[in-house]
């Protein structure tokens, strides 16, 4: 388990996509991998190739993901924390936990992500 690199946000979802069971974090990095390799370019970029679409992908997973857990979360939508009464009274626990979620998701660093999904797959295969 990643306990002590990033964010609380970002350590939380890279132990969740890793160990939660509901990821296939190795068929994301295998396409990844394929993906970066199939673009050519040179050896040198290849790592950092890998790790920006496999960012991309878990970034185009995360609505998905929010709208699957929490499916009054719409992640199109700009959310605020408010502090008037009325702003809270408008859309029940909506205004409490969407605003705390898109907060949260905003605050991953999904290159850092990659970059511990590598490592730890290299880990297992070593």
Known sequence: MIRHSGSPETVHFVNWVLHSGYVDALALADKAVSEAMSEGGSEDDLAHRMRWKLANMLKE??????????????????????????????????????????????RIDLFEVADHIFVYIGQMAG
């Open 61 to 106: 997973a995360i609505p998905g993901w929010a709208e699957e857990f929490a499916p009054d979360y719409n992640h199109s939508e700009e959310w605020e924390f408010g502090d008037s009464p009325d702003f809270f009274h408008e859309a029940g626990p909506r205004r409490l936990f969407a605003p705390l979620l898109a907060s949260a998701v905003g």
